[in-house]
Each structure stands twice: as C-alpha cells, then as structure tokens.
C-alpha cells in the first residue's frame, strides 16, 4: 500500500514561494495519476494541480500561472512550487495518488 508523505507547507508572506513534496512510500509512484488539492477552513477542498502518469498537467483556475506541479518517478516524489503567494491560498494542502490521500501540510501566507 501507498503511505503518502507532504512536506514544505510553513508561513510565508504574501508574494513569496514555496515548494512543497508529497513522497510516495511501498509503491512506485509511476503508475497513477497524482495531484495537489487544498482545503481551507470552512471550504471544500479544490484542486490545486494534477499530474498524469504521462506527465500531462492541469491546474486550477486560481493558481493558473503561479504554480508548477512535477514529479520524480525516480524518487518516487511529487512537488508543488507557488509562486506569487496570495492570502487566499492559505490553506491545508493535500497530496493525492490515485484514491489515496496524504495527511495534508499546512500553507499560510501572511498579507
């Protein structure tokens, strides 16, 4: 079974970056489509962005522009780098593999 790791999430001021990890543990991550998702308080969770196994990525419509999803089959790990932080994305963020989802990392930009 998958066990998913994220890691990077912290405070950051409005404008800055930050690059957040999601490591894959007891599989190969190479063979499911991956994805970011973040939930705010009192929200429902969003999509952030999708990966396929091919590589093919989409975003959601409110980070279109600041933000790069990636992964690394080798190290069996995905990533997420947000640029241009906005205080509306803080929030909880999640990794997902397939049906299965990590514990979350918290991201909160301060305005």
């Known amino acids: 079974q998958v066990q998913l790791v994220e890691s990077g999430g912290g405070l950051v001021q409005a404008g800055g970056s930050l690059r957040l990890s999601c490591a894959a543990s007891?599989?190969?991550?190479?063979?499911?489509?991956m994805g970011w998702y973040r939930q705010a308080p009192g929200k429902q969770r969003e999509l952030v962005a999708m990966?396929?196994?091919?590589?093919?990525?989409n975003y959601g419509d409110s980070v279109k522009g600041r933000a790069t999803i990636s992964r690394d089959n080798a190290k069996n790990t995905m990533y997420l780098q947000m640029n241009s932080l906005k205080p509306e994305d803080t929030a909880t963020y999640y990794c997902?593999?397939?049906?299965?989802w990590g514990q979350g990392t918290q991201v909160t930009v301060s305005s």
């Open positions: 007891g599989s190969a991550i190479s063979i499911a489509p």
């Open positions: 990966i396929t196994v091919g590589g093919s990525t």
């Open positions: 997902s593999y397939g049906p299965l």
